[in-house]
Protein backbone atom coordinates (compact mmCIF):
# COMPACT_ATOMS: atom_id res chain seq x y z
CA UNK A 1 0.00 0.00 0.00
CA UNK A 2 2.71 2.73 0.76
CA UNK A 3 4.24 1.63 -1.90
CA UNK A 4 1.39 2.50 -3.83
CA UNK A 5 1.17 5.87 -2.29
CA UNK A 6 4.71 6.59 -2.83
CA UNK A 7 4.23 6.11 -6.84
CA UNK A 8 1.05 8.01 -6.75
CA UNK A 9 2.78 10.73 -5.43
CA UNK A 10 5.27 10.24 -8.36
CA UNK A 11 2.81 11.23 -11.04
CA UNK A 12 2.13 14.95 -11.32
CA UNK A 13 -1.92 14.42 -12.33
CA UNK A 14 -2.03 11.87 -9.33
CA UNK A 15 -0.07 13.88 -6.72
CA UNK A 16 -2.65 16.75 -7.57
CA UNK A 17 -5.75 14.87 -7.16
CA UNK A 18 -4.52 13.56 -3.88
CA UNK A 19 -3.77 17.07 -2.58
CA UNK A 20 -7.44 18.32 -3.81
CA UNK A 21 -9.05 15.67 -1.52
CA UNK A 22 -6.95 16.48 1.01
CA UNK A 23 -7.35 20.56 0.70
CA UNK A 24 -11.61 19.62 0.50
CA UNK A 25 -11.16 17.37 3.77
CA UNK A 26 -9.53 20.01 5.47
CA UNK A 27 -12.52 22.64 4.50
CA UNK A 28 -15.02 19.50 5.58
CA UNK A 29 -13.10 19.24 9.29
CA UNK A 30 -13.01 23.02 9.57
CA UNK A 31 -16.12 23.21 9.41
CA UNK A 32 -17.43 20.68 11.45
CA UNK A 33 -16.16 23.24 14.27
CA UNK A 34 -18.55 26.11 13.31
CA UNK A 35 -21.25 26.02 15.53
CA UNK A 36 -25.12 26.52 14.92
CA UNK A 37 -25.92 30.16 16.25
CA UNK A 38 -28.90 29.87 19.47
CA UNK A 39 -27.57 27.43 21.38
CA UNK A 40 -25.88 26.80 24.72
CA UNK A 41 -23.33 24.39 25.04
CA UNK A 42 -22.76 24.33 28.47
CA UNK A 43 -26.22 22.44 28.70
CA UNK A 44 -26.03 21.12 25.30
CA UNK A 45 -22.66 18.82 26.48
CA UNK A 46 -24.80 17.52 29.37
CA UNK A 47 -27.42 16.47 26.99
CA UNK A 48 -25.56 14.82 24.56
CA UNK A 49 -23.30 13.00 27.48
CA UNK A 50 -26.53 11.74 28.37
CA UNK A 51 -27.00 10.20 25.07
CA UNK A 52 -23.70 9.04 24.18
CA UNK A 53 -24.47 5.54 23.95
CA UNK A 54 -27.20 5.68 22.10
CA UNK A 55 -28.19 7.05 18.66
CA UNK A 56 -26.75 10.59 18.91
CA UNK A 57 -23.11 8.93 20.27
CA UNK A 58 -23.34 6.86 16.54
CA UNK A 59 -24.20 10.23 14.72
CA UNK A 60 -21.45 11.87 16.82
CA UNK A 61 -18.87 9.62 15.60
CA UNK A 62 -19.94 9.23 11.37
CA UNK A 63 -20.21 13.75 11.88
CA UNK A 64 -16.78 13.26 13.14
CA UNK A 65 -18.20 14.75 15.92
CA UNK A 66 -19.95 17.85 14.37
CA UNK A 67 -23.38 16.43 16.12
CA UNK A 68 -21.85 16.59 19.38
CA UNK A 69 -21.18 20.39 18.75
CA UNK A 70 -24.32 20.71 16.81
CA UNK A 71 -21.83 22.24 13.91
CA UNK A 72 -23.37 23.28 10.37
CA UNK A 73 -22.21 19.67 9.48
CA UNK A 74 -24.08 18.18 12.40
CA UNK A 75 -25.64 16.03 10.23
CA UNK A 76 -22.94 15.41 7.73
CA UNK A 77 -23.56 13.32 4.33
CA UNK A 78 -26.62 11.17 6.44
CA UNK A 79 -29.16 12.47 4.38
CA UNK A 80 -27.82 12.33 0.94
CA UNK A 81 -27.15 8.39 1.96
CA UNK A 82 -30.70 8.49 2.70
CA UNK A 83 -31.92 10.39 -0.36
CA UNK A 84 -29.72 7.39 -2.49
CA UNK A 85 -31.40 4.87 -0.97
CA UNK A 86 -34.54 6.09 -2.01
CA UNK A 87 -33.64 7.07 -5.83
CA UNK A 88 -31.57 3.36 -5.72
CA UNK A 89 -34.87 1.68 -4.42
CA UNK A 90 -37.41 3.80 -6.81
CA UNK A 91 -35.27 3.19 -9.87
CA UNK A 92 -35.80 -0.83 -9.63
CA UNK A 93 -39.68 -0.14 -8.98
CA UNK A 94 -40.42 2.27 -11.61
CA UNK A 95 -39.55 1.80 -15.53
CA UNK A 96 -39.05 5.17 -16.28
CA UNK A 97 -36.55 5.98 -13.61
CA UNK A 98 -35.01 2.16 -14.47
CA UNK A 99 -35.30 3.59 -18.34
CA UNK A 100 -33.37 6.80 -17.57
CA UNK A 101 -30.35 5.42 -15.37
CA UNK A 102 -29.72 3.03 -18.93
CA UNK A 103 -29.76 6.50 -20.97
CA UNK A 104 -25.93 6.89 -20.38
CA UNK A 105 -24.23 9.41 -18.57
CA UNK A 106 -27.19 12.07 -19.01
CA UNK A 107 -29.81 9.76 -17.73
CA UNK A 108 -27.27 9.38 -14.46
CA UNK A 109 -27.32 13.31 -14.46
CA UNK A 110 -31.15 13.21 -14.27
CA UNK A 111 -31.13 11.03 -11.24
CA UNK A 112 -28.23 12.67 -9.62
CA UNK A 113 -29.97 15.93 -9.83
CA UNK A 114 -33.21 14.50 -8.18
CA UNK A 115 -30.97 12.35 -5.89
CA UNK A 116 -29.74 16.27 -4.69
CA UNK A 117 -33.75 17.91 -4.24
CA UNK A 118 -34.00 14.40 -1.96
CA UNK A 119 -30.93 14.87 -0.09
CA UNK A 120 -32.69 18.70 0.80
CA UNK A 121 -35.71 17.81 1.62
CA UNK A 122 -34.65 15.26 3.90
CA UNK A 123 -31.63 17.43 5.50
CA UNK A 124 -34.73 20.01 5.95
CA UNK A 125 -36.48 17.07 7.40
CA UNK A 126 -34.06 16.04 9.94
CA UNK A 127 -33.20 19.65 10.36
CA UNK A 128 -36.45 20.69 12.21
CA UNK A 129 -36.48 16.91 14.28
CA UNK A 130 -32.86 18.35 15.30
CA UNK A 131 -34.06 21.89 16.41
CA UNK A 132 -37.68 20.56 17.52
CA UNK A 133 -35.74 18.02 20.15
CA UNK A 134 -32.77 20.68 21.12
CA UNK A 135 -35.50 22.94 21.81
CA UNK A 136 -37.79 20.27 24.01
CA UNK A 137 -34.38 19.07 25.39
CA UNK A 138 -33.90 23.17 26.62
CA UNK A 139 -30.40 23.63 25.32
CA UNK A 140 -31.51 26.38 23.00
CA UNK A 141 -31.21 30.47 24.39
CA UNK A 142 -34.77 31.42 22.59
CA UNK A 143 -37.27 28.12 21.75
CA UNK A 144 -38.82 30.43 19.08
CA UNK A 145 -39.81 30.44 15.59
CA UNK A 146 -37.05 32.31 14.36
CA UNK A 147 -34.61 30.00 16.68
CA UNK A 148 -35.80 27.24 15.05
CA UNK A 149 -35.56 28.44 11.32
CA UNK A 150 -31.74 29.47 11.44
CA UNK A 151 -30.79 26.32 13.09
CA UNK A 152 -32.61 24.36 10.21
CA UNK A 153 -31.47 26.52 7.73
CA UNK A 154 -27.77 26.43 8.54
CA UNK A 155 -27.71 22.77 9.07
CA UNK A 156 -29.56 22.34 5.58
CA UNK A 157 -26.96 24.47 4.11
CA UNK A 158 -24.00 22.47 5.89
CA UNK A 159 -24.93 19.39 4.48
CA UNK A 160 -26.22 20.30 0.88
CA UNK A 161 -22.57 21.85 0.88
CA UNK A 162 -21.17 18.54 1.89
CA UNK A 163 -22.95 16.98 -0.79
CA UNK A 164 -20.79 19.37 -3.28
CA UNK A 165 -17.62 18.74 -1.56
CA UNK A 166 -18.26 15.03 -2.03
CA UNK A 167 -18.83 16.08 -5.61
CA UNK A 168 -16.30 17.61 -5.93
CA UNK A 169 -14.17 14.80 -4.39
CA UNK A 170 -15.96 12.00 -6.71
CA UNK A 171 -15.14 13.94 -10.12
CA UNK A 172 -11.72 16.16 -9.43
CA UNK A 173 -10.46 13.69 -6.82
CA UNK A 174 -9.67 9.96 -6.60
CA UNK A 175 -12.64 8.13 -5.50
CA UNK A 176 -15.66 7.63 -3.97
CA UNK A 177 -15.92 11.14 -2.44
CA UNK A 178 -18.90 10.67 -0.16
CA UNK A 179 -17.37 7.31 1.28
CA UNK A 180 -14.10 9.65 1.80
CA UNK A 181 -15.93 11.92 3.93
CA UNK A 182 -17.12 9.19 6.25
CA UNK A 183 -14.22 7.90 6.60
CA UNK A 184 -12.35 11.34 7.80
CA UNK A 185 -15.09 11.47 10.45
CA UNK A 186 -14.97 8.61 11.39
CA UNK A 187 -10.70 8.64 11.72
CA UNK A 188 -10.98 11.57 13.24
CA UNK A 189 -12.88 10.23 16.44
CA UNK A 190 -9.88 7.50 16.72
CA UNK A 191 -8.20 8.98 19.27
CA UNK A 192 -11.86 9.69 21.59
CA UNK A 193 -12.52 6.05 20.98
CA UNK A 194 -9.43 5.14 22.12
CA UNK A 195 -10.09 7.17 25.15
CA UNK A 196 -12.78 5.78 25.71
CA UNK A 197 -12.06 1.64 25.92
CA UNK A 198 -9.40 3.04 27.96
CA UNK A 199 -11.98 4.23 30.48
CA UNK A 200 -14.41 1.27 30.17
CA UNK A 201 -11.42 -1.28 30.73
CA UNK A 202 -11.11 0.01 33.77
CA UNK A 203 -10.98 -2.59 36.60
CA UNK A 204 -10.33 -2.80 40.76
CA UNK A 205 -6.50 -3.14 39.65
CA UNK A 206 -4.42 -1.31 36.90
CA UNK A 207 -3.15 -4.35 35.76
CA UNK A 208 -6.55 -6.01 35.21
CA UNK A 209 -7.25 -3.26 33.09
CA UNK A 210 -3.99 -3.05 30.91
CA UNK A 211 -4.50 -6.70 30.28
CA UNK A 212 -8.48 -6.19 29.42
CA UNK A 213 -7.51 -2.63 27.18
CA UNK A 214 -4.44 -5.28 25.56
CA UNK A 215 -6.59 -8.44 24.43
CA UNK A 216 -9.35 -5.99 23.08
CA UNK A 217 -6.65 -4.18 20.67
CA UNK A 218 -5.29 -7.84 19.61
CA UNK A 219 -8.72 -8.91 18.59
CA UNK A 220 -9.16 -5.44 16.83
CA UNK A 221 -5.98 -6.49 15.13
CA UNK A 222 -7.73 -9.57 14.03
CA UNK A 223 -10.63 -8.55 12.93
CA UNK A 224 -8.82 -5.93 10.62
CA UNK A 225 -6.77 -8.62 9.03
CA UNK A 226 -10.20 -10.82 8.30
CA UNK A 227 -11.48 -7.37 7.03
CA UNK A 228 -8.97 -7.32 4.45
CA UNK A 229 -8.66 -10.81 3.89
CA UNK A 230 -12.61 -10.79 3.10
CA UNK A 231 -12.32 -7.96 0.99
CA UNK A 232 -9.93 -9.14 -1.07
CA UNK A 233 -10.88 -12.56 -1.61
CA UNK A 234 -11.97 -13.53 -4.66
CA UNK A 235 -13.87 -16.48 -6.81
CA UNK A 236 -12.18 -17.21 -10.08
CA UNK A 237 -14.58 -18.82 -12.79
CA UNK A 238 -12.42 -20.03 -15.71
CA UNK A 239 -13.02 -19.11 -18.68
CA UNK A 240 -12.18 -20.60 -21.73
CA UNK A 241 -12.59 -18.93 -26.03
CA UNK A 242 -13.31 -20.72 -28.83
CA UNK A 243 -10.69 -20.62 -31.61
CA UNK A 244 -12.25 -18.72 -34.45
CA UNK A 245 -10.69 -18.65 -38.31
CA UNK A 246 -11.18 -15.18 -40.01
CA UNK A 247 -9.11 -14.54 -43.09
CA UNK A 248 -5.74 -15.83 -42.09
CA UNK A 249 -5.57 -15.05 -38.80
CA UNK A 250 -6.83 -17.29 -35.67
CA UNK A 251 -8.94 -15.71 -32.75
CA UNK A 252 -9.69 -16.81 -29.31
CA UNK A 253 -8.37 -19.93 -27.51
CA UNK A 254 -6.93 -18.50 -25.01
CA UNK A 255 -7.97 -19.30 -21.29
CA UNK A 256 -9.07 -16.62 -18.94
CA UNK A 257 -11.10 -16.33 -15.72
CA UNK A 258 -14.08 -14.27 -14.25
CA UNK A 259 -13.25 -13.05 -10.86
CA UNK A 260 -16.27 -13.02 -8.31
CA UNK A 261 -15.17 -10.63 -5.35
CA UNK A 262 -16.60 -12.14 -1.70
CA UNK A 263 -16.76 -8.67 -1.07
CA UNK A 264 -18.43 -7.04 -3.91
CA UNK A 265 -20.52 -4.33 -2.70
CA UNK A 266 -17.85 -2.77 -0.67
CA UNK A 267 -18.69 -0.68 2.67
CA UNK A 268 -22.03 0.09 0.76
CA UNK A 269 -24.14 -2.13 2.66
CA UNK A 270 -22.81 -0.97 5.77
CA UNK A 271 -23.04 2.96 4.86
CA UNK A 272 -26.75 2.57 3.64
CA UNK A 273 -28.01 -0.17 6.70
CA UNK A 274 -26.80 2.28 9.04
CA UNK A 275 -28.10 5.36 7.61
CA UNK A 276 -31.36 3.44 7.89
CA UNK A 277 -31.22 2.32 11.65
CA UNK A 278 -30.49 6.08 12.33
CA UNK A 279 -33.84 7.65 10.72
CA UNK A 280 -36.33 6.28 12.44
CA UNK A 281 -34.65 7.17 15.94
CA UNK A 282 -34.02 10.45 14.77
CA UNK A 283 -37.58 10.88 14.00
CA UNK A 284 -38.42 9.60 17.20
CA UNK A 285 -35.98 11.52 19.43
CA UNK A 286 -36.65 15.05 17.71
CA UNK A 287 -40.97 14.38 18.12
CA UNK A 288 -40.48 13.01 21.83
CA UNK A 289 -37.71 15.61 22.94
CA UNK A 290 -34.81 12.93 23.47
CA UNK A 291 -37.30 11.40 25.79
CA UNK A 292 -40.00 9.00 24.35
CA UNK A 293 -41.96 7.16 26.49
CA UNK A 294 -44.26 3.84 26.36
CA UNK A 295 -44.38 2.49 23.01
CA UNK A 296 -42.43 5.14 20.85
CA UNK A 297 -39.49 4.44 23.52
CA UNK A 298 -39.34 0.67 23.02
CA UNK A 299 -39.05 1.32 18.96
CA UNK A 300 -36.54 3.94 19.78
CA UNK A 301 -34.35 1.59 21.86
CA UNK A 302 -34.85 -0.81 18.95
CA UNK A 303 -33.36 1.32 16.60
CA UNK A 304 -30.90 3.01 18.32
CA UNK A 305 -29.06 0.17 20.07
CA UNK A 306 -29.67 2.50 23.28
CA UNK A 307 -31.36 -1.14 24.84
CA UNK A 308 -31.03 -4.22 26.79
CA UNK A 309 -32.14 -7.35 26.86
CA UNK A 310 -34.97 -8.22 24.00
CA UNK A 311 -33.95 -4.80 22.48
CA UNK A 312 -30.36 -5.58 21.79
CA UNK A 313 -31.14 -8.87 20.18
CA UNK A 314 -33.85 -6.56 18.21
CA UNK A 315 -31.48 -4.37 17.19
CA UNK A 316 -28.91 -6.51 16.10
CA UNK A 317 -31.47 -8.66 14.15
CA UNK A 318 -32.52 -6.04 12.00
CA UNK A 319 -29.16 -4.42 11.62
CA UNK A 320 -28.12 -7.91 10.21
CA UNK A 321 -31.01 -8.06 7.89
CA UNK A 322 -30.80 -5.09 6.38
CA UNK A 323 -26.47 -5.59 5.90
CA UNK A 324 -27.46 -8.73 4.34
CA UNK A 325 -30.08 -7.47 1.97
CA UNK A 326 -28.13 -4.73 0.77
CA UNK A 327 -25.34 -6.84 0.23
CA UNK A 328 -27.25 -8.78 -2.25
CA UNK A 329 -29.19 -5.82 -3.31
CA UNK A 330 -25.64 -4.12 -4.36
CA UNK A 331 -24.33 -7.10 -5.62
CA UNK A 332 -27.12 -7.47 -8.25
CA UNK A 333 -26.34 -4.02 -9.09
CA UNK A 334 -22.84 -4.81 -10.23
CA UNK A 335 -22.99 -7.88 -11.40
CA UNK A 336 -25.69 -9.21 -14.00
CA UNK A 337 -24.99 -12.74 -14.51
CA UNK A 338 -27.47 -13.01 -17.35
CA UNK A 339 -25.36 -10.33 -19.13
CA UNK A 340 -22.24 -11.39 -18.70
CA UNK A 341 -23.37 -14.72 -19.89
CA UNK A 342 -24.94 -13.29 -22.64
CA UNK A 343 -21.24 -11.71 -23.22
CA UNK A 344 -19.43 -14.60 -23.53
CA UNK A 345 -21.59 -16.22 -25.54
CA UNK A 346 -21.52 -13.48 -28.68
CA UNK A 347 -17.22 -13.73 -27.40
CA UNK A 348 -17.03 -17.38 -28.35
CA UNK A 349 -16.68 -17.97 -24.31
CA UNK A 350 -17.93 -20.36 -22.32
CA UNK A 351 -17.21 -21.74 -18.69
CA UNK A 352 -15.65 -26.07 -19.22
CA UNK A 353 -18.23 -28.51 -18.31
CA UNK A 354 -21.20 -26.10 -18.81
CA UNK A 355 -23.07 -24.51 -21.54
CA UNK A 356 -23.41 -21.52 -22.75
CA UNK A 357 -26.67 -19.28 -22.23
CA UNK A 358 -29.11 -19.63 -19.75
CA UNK A 359 -27.02 -22.43 -17.89
CA UNK A 360 -24.20 -20.19 -17.61
CA UNK A 361 -26.16 -17.45 -16.06
CA UNK A 362 -27.48 -19.82 -13.51
CA UNK A 363 -24.57 -21.48 -12.68
CA UNK A 364 -22.96 -18.30 -11.91
CA UNK A 365 -25.77 -17.17 -9.83
CA UNK A 366 -25.64 -19.66 -7.70
CA UNK A 367 -22.06 -19.00 -6.82
CA UNK A 368 -22.62 -15.56 -7.00
CA UNK A 369 -25.73 -16.13 -3.81
CA UNK A 370 -23.45 -18.34 -1.98
CA UNK A 371 -20.27 -15.77 -2.10
CA UNK A 372 -22.08 -12.78 -1.35
CA UNK A 373 -23.88 -14.84 1.56
CA UNK A 374 -20.79 -15.63 2.89
CA UNK A 375 -19.29 -11.76 2.83
CA UNK A 376 -22.60 -10.46 3.86
CA UNK A 377 -22.93 -12.19 7.42
CA UNK A 378 -18.90 -11.67 7.78
CA UNK A 379 -19.65 -7.91 7.56
CA UNK A 380 -22.49 -8.00 9.99
CA UNK A 381 -20.46 -9.83 12.54
CA UNK A 382 -18.30 -7.48 12.63
CA UNK A 383 -20.95 -4.72 12.66
CA UNK A 384 -22.42 -5.72 15.89
CA UNK A 385 -19.98 -7.30 17.18
CA UNK A 386 -19.20 -4.50 19.42
CA UNK A 387 -22.63 -5.25 20.63
CA UNK A 388 -22.26 -8.28 21.67
CA UNK A 389 -19.23 -7.73 23.72
CA UNK A 390 -20.74 -5.02 25.48
CA UNK A 391 -23.75 -7.01 26.83
CA UNK A 392 -21.25 -9.49 27.82
CA UNK A 393 -18.50 -7.72 29.50
CA UNK A 394 -19.83 -4.40 30.01
CA UNK A 395 -17.03 -3.19 28.70
CA UNK A 396 -18.25 -0.69 25.31
CA UNK A 397 -15.91 -0.22 22.59
CA UNK A 398 -15.00 3.48 21.42
CA UNK A 399 -14.36 2.29 17.72
CA UNK A 400 -17.23 -0.06 16.84
CA UNK A 401 -17.40 -2.91 14.09
CA UNK A 402 -19.42 -0.39 12.14
CA UNK A 403 -16.38 2.69 11.74
CA UNK A 404 -13.83 -0.11 11.14
CA UNK A 405 -15.75 -2.04 8.36
CA UNK A 406 -15.96 1.53 6.81
CA UNK A 407 -12.55 2.65 7.81
CA UNK A 408 -11.02 -0.17 6.42
CA UNK A 409 -13.06 -0.77 3.21
CA UNK A 410 -12.74 2.48 2.06
CA UNK A 411 -9.08 2.72 2.54
CA UNK A 412 -8.96 -0.74 0.31
CA UNK A 413 -10.96 0.70 -2.34
CA UNK A 414 -9.36 3.86 -2.43
CA UNK A 415 -5.77 1.97 -2.69
CA UNK A 416 -7.56 0.05 -5.38
CA UNK A 417 -8.55 2.82 -7.53
CA UNK A 418 -4.96 4.47 -7.29
CA UNK A 419 -3.77 1.41 -8.63
CA UNK A 420 -6.17 1.73 -11.97
CA UNK A 421 -5.11 4.92 -12.32
CA UNK A 422 -1.29 4.15 -12.51
CA UNK A 423 -2.16 1.26 -15.12
CA UNK A 424 -4.08 3.77 -16.70
CA UNK A 425 -1.48 6.31 -17.38
CA UNK A 426 0.87 3.10 -18.28
CA UNK A 427 3.45 4.23 -15.23
CA UNK A 428 6.26 2.68 -15.42
CA UNK A 429 7.34 2.32 -12.24
CA UNK A 430 4.29 0.46 -11.07
CA UNK A 431 3.76 -1.68 -14.13
CA UNK A 432 7.68 -3.10 -13.25
Excluded at 75 to 84: D, E, F, K, L, V
Excluded at 251 to 268: E, K, L, N, R, W
Excluded at 300 to 317: E, K, P, R
Aim: glycine share 10%; aromatic share 12%; hydrophobic share 50%.
Amino acid sequence: MFKILKNAFSVPDLRKKIFIVLALLLVFRFGSYIPVPGINRTLLQEVMSQSANGIFGMINIISGGAFGNISIFAMSITPYINASIIIQLLTVAIPALEKMQKEGNEGRKKLAQYMRYGTIVLAIIQGIGIAVSLGRSGVLYNNDFFTIFIIVLSLTAGTAFIMWLGEQMTEYGIGNGTSLIIFAGILSRLPAGIQSLLASTQATTSLMGALAFAAILIVMLLLIAAVVWVTKAERRIPVQYAKRVVGRKIYGGQASHIPMSVSMSGVMPIILAMSLMMFPSMIISAVTGGNPTGFWRGVYQLFSGAGNGWYTFGYCLIYVLLIVGFSFFYTIIVFNPVEVANNLKKNGGFIPGIRAGKPTAEYLSGILNKITLFGAIFIAFIAIFPVIVQSVTGIRLGFGGTALLIVVGVALETVKQLEAQLVMKHYKGFLD
